[in-house]
């Protein structure tokens, strides 16, 4: 088995992202933006692990919207 399938570990990039639903929505937005960008998918790697890694190595910010920040007071 290979340790790419670990790492980075989910846990730590949940950590970044704030949530589990952030950090799939921002990974999967960023690799439709490699396979658009001819330039930068020539690195021989998968868009969707290219953008983890840009994430994990903080090369990727998230942009939450207000919604995120706003707190449900009944």
């Known amino acids: 088995m290979s340790n790419q399938m670990n790492h980075p570990p989910v846990v730590e990039l949940e950590q970044k992202a704030g ?3 952030m950090l799939v929505t921002t ?3 960023r690799a439709r ?3 658009v ?3 930068e998918a020539e690195t021989n790697t998968k868009p969707v692990s290219h ?3 840009e994430l ?4 990727l910010k998230i942009k ?3 919604e995120y920040f706003q ?3 009944k």
Do not use: F, G
């Open 19 to 21: 949530c589990r639903y």
């Open 27 to 29: 990974v999967a937005k």
């Open 33 to 35: 933006q490699l396979l």
């Open 37 to 39: 960008s001819k330039s």
């Open 51 to 53: 953008a983890v890694d």
């Open 56 to 59: 994990y190595n903080d090369k």
């Open 64 to 66: 939450y919207p207000n």
């Open 71 to 73: 707190t449900s007071e």
